[in-house]
């Protein structure tokens, strides 16, 4: 049977700065598309997406466990 482990990325905005930044680092202001491509390039598949408000964003991907 196959076993998937799984990660969980934030993408929280700043009101201050008036910038979003990843997880609990604010100097990571990474865009989207770079941050989910890094994922994929290490073999993570996105599964979902939630919203909460329009300030932030989780992602949840999967991966096999080999």
Not at 21 to 33: F, L, P
Not at 51 to 57: D, E, F, L, Q, Y
Request: a negative charge.
């Amino acid at each position: 049977m196959q076993k998937w482990e799984y990660l969980t990325m934030a993408h929280i905005w700043d009101e201050e700065r008036k910038v979003f930044y990843w997880q609990a680092n604010k100097d990571d202001v990474e865009m989207v598309d770079e941050k989910l491509n890094k994922a994929g390039m290490d073999g993570w598949e996105l599964v979902a997406v939630r919203t909460v408000a329009i300030s932030n964003a989780f992602y949840t991907f999967k991966r096999p466990i080999e």
